[in-house]
């Protein structure tokens, strides 16, 4: 069994005041599943010192080299000090707007876990991609890049969200049939890689417009294991709604 994962993806949002209301609400969160936020990298050691015991830690992105002259980054090493435990790499806004391409994403995964982070890769298609019945073979090519990069057994100890680009912000949610198929593919497509005993222990995460009002039926497929939410973490209240479906569930 498969421990369900709610990590909220704050992207460049939220202050000292979000990360109180979330750590006030998420003391009384049962065990029944993962709870986790990634909040800006400001707010990492304020996070880290508020959220209740139990609820977990991430960052948006991580450097791929260890130490040295590149401005702006921040390092794994640096990520696991102010007690992260996740490091969400290869998001399609990192993508798309900065350029990152499957090389630079699997140094990062890389970086990651050579640290002792647990990465929370992102892969998914855009519309372009869908409608041109691409989304396999571009979510394939995402997986590759990692295990080529990441040698045997890259996504033990890894989590995986499968994120279409066009269900991002957008209020459009994959359906629950159109989430798990590609999900059963990504679970498949490690099991060929990395053998059957690592692709059935991987969480692979739903994220796109996931909210209160769809996720129990998103978190109720096979290989739905959680959720990376990003306009809906931001309200402690939707948050915690959909981090009950997950436990619940
Ligand atoms: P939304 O939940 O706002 O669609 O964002 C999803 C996301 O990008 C999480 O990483």
């Not at 699997?106 to 990651?112: D, Q």
């Not at 490690?190 to 978190?219: F, I, T």
Request: charged residues 20%.
């Amino acid at each position: 069994m498969r421990r369900k994962i709610i990590a909220g993806n704050w992207k460049m949002n939220g202050n000292r005041d979000l990360v109180r209301q979330v750590a006030e609400r998420a003391a009384d969160s049962d065990a029944g599943a993962e709870l986790a936020i990634c909040p800006p990298f400001p707010l990492l050691p304020t996070a880290a010192s508020q959220l209740p015991f139990g609820v977990a830690l991430g960052a948006q992105d991580v450097s791929e080299y260890e130490a040295g002259a590149y401005t702006g980054e921040v390092s794994a090493a640096m990520l696991l000090e102010a007690g992260c435990r996740y490091v969400i790499v290869g998001h399609s806004e990192r993508r798309t707007l900065y350029g990152e391409d499957n090389g630079r994403v699997a140094g990062k995964f890389v970086a990651a876990k050579q640290a002792g982070l647990t990465p929370i890769l992102c892969v998914g298609e855009t519309l372009a991609e869908r409608d041109a019945e691409r989304t396999e073979a571009v979510v394939g090519e995402q997986l590759d890049a990692v295990c080529e990069a990441a040698g045997a057994q890259a996504f033990r100890g890894a989590v995986v969200a499968y994120e279409p680009v066009w269900a991002i912000g957008t209020g459009r949610t994959a359906t629950p049939e159109q989430a798990q198929e590609v999900h059963a593919f990504i679970r498949q497509r490690v099991a060929e890689r990395d053998g059957s005993e690592v692709a059935e222990q991987l969480p692979v995460l739903y994220g796109g417009s996931m909210k209160p009002g769809n996720a129990a039926e998103l978190l109720g497929q096979p290989d739905i294991d959680g959720g990376l939410i990003g306009g809906a973490s931001l309200d402690p209240d939707s948050f915690l709604s959909i981090y009950k479906a997950a436990a619940e569930g």
